[in-house]
């Protein structure tokens, strides 16, 4: 089962922050908060991850709250392009042999 | 770029038809390869882990004989649905992660939608 909860849908106007919301109520300590995204009829497509500090990079920020049982994924300004289904997934990291769970992420609709 | 490539993107055949999706890591060696599949508006389903030099393991429901797994190198895992029936169709997506980076996340391919008519 996935230990994470995710709204199923938002909408976004293009140009504006998209904020995704996550869920993670039971992380354990040693467990990192991964995003991927999966636009349609592609394989998923890496994020960001973070363990309790904020991170960011080209694509977009993390903010984890301090105690970490909820975070937010931020798009600073969406596109149509940023359309997509997001997933947040919370793994030990460098656990190679370890698969990611999906649960049922969130469907952003960028909307012109 | 890619670091994890599939192939084929999409396959149509007829029922009772064999097919083999091969997944590569570029760029890095892959002990550890996953099978997912996807049907339509439902989220990815890990359907196997694949070993390089041993057999994969299997999740529960997902027939061994049926779907046949080899991960012949260090860069090459296959995927065959054998004697496929239309219910098989879905899209099926690889997975690997280059264990030397510490920080390395887990890449995907582009997926393989199989359709069998």
């Known amino acids: 089962d996935a230990k994470t909860t995710q709204p199923t849908s938002m909408d976004c106007a293009e140009g504006r922050a998209a904020n995704l919301p996550c869920n993670h109520s039971t992380i354990s300590g040693n467990e990192y908060v991964y995003w991927y995204r999966q636009i349609h009829s592609q394989g998923p497509q890496y994020i960001i991850h973070g363990l309790k500090n904020n991170e960011t990079n080209e694509m977009a920020s993390l903010i984890i709250t301090e105690d970490r049982k909820s975070s937010t994924l931020i798009l600073p300004h969406a596109t149509l392009r940023d359309t997509a289904v997001y997933y947040c997934i919370v793994r030990i990291q460098n656990s190679g042999n370890t698969p990611l769970v999906f649960g049922k992420g969130t469907r952003l609709s960028v909307i012109a | 770029g890619a670091v994890v490539s599939q192939h084929p993107s999409r396959v149509i055949c007829k029922s009772g038809t064999s097919v083999k999706i091969e997944c590569r890591s570029l760029?890095?060696?892959?002990?550890?390869m996953f099978w997912y599949r996807q049907f339509p508006k439902q989220s990815l389903m890990l359907m196997a882990t694949s070993n390089e030099g041993s057999k994969a393991t299997y999740e529960q429901g997902v027939e061994k004989d049926k779907f046949l797994i080899n991960h012949a190198s260090l860069t090459l895992s296959t995927l065959t649905v054998t004697s496929a029936h239309p219910e098989d169709s879905s899209f099926y997506i690889c997975?690997?992660?280059?264990?030397?980076?510490?920080?390395?996340?887990?890449?995907f391919g582009d997926g393989t939608r199989l359709s069998i008519l």
């Open positions: 997975s690997a992660r280059d264990p030397q980076g510490r920080n390395q996340p887990q890449h």
């Open positions: 760029d890095f060696q892959a002990t550890t």
